[in-house]
């Protein structure tokens, strides 16, 4: 069992940057990816950035060149760098980690960017 808490919202101008940190506990040593995915108002949820173990990542088109996902050396904290933001980034923010047999979700940061 994999918890997450998510962390580093907010209100932001178009063209400013915020940093999101996803804190996990528990079975960390099972957790084989880590992402970022977004929910805008109306919209379906969808993948921002994926850290998969041995250090592969892998970014939605509309994000990359703007946003960076890490992770941690003690592989319990993950980071979404956003630079260049758009209002069309507007959303709440959520951190997923995935093992062989499950997948657990954070309870999401709310971005909003202004125009």
């Known amino acids: 069992q994999v918890q997450l808490v998510e962390s580093g919202g907010g209100l932001v101008q178009a063209g400013g940057s915020l940093r999101l940190s996803c804190a996990a506990s528990g079975s960390i040593f099972t957790i084989n990816a880590m992402g970022w995915y977004r929910q805008a108002p109306g919209k379906q949820r969808e993948l921002v950035a994926l850290?998969?173990?041995?250090?592969?990542?892998n970014y939605a088109d509309s994000v990359k060149g703007r946003f960076t996902i890490s992770r941690a050396n003690a592989k319990d904290t993950v980071y979404l760098q956003m630079n260049s933001l758009k209002p069309e980034d507007t959303a709440v923010y959520y951190c997923?980690?995935?093992?062989?047999?499950?997948?657990?979700w954070g309870q999401g940061t709310q971005v909003t960017v202004s125009s």
């Open positions: 850290y998969i173990s041995g250090g592969s990542t």
């Open positions: 997923n980690a995935r093992t062989l047999v499950s997948s657990s």
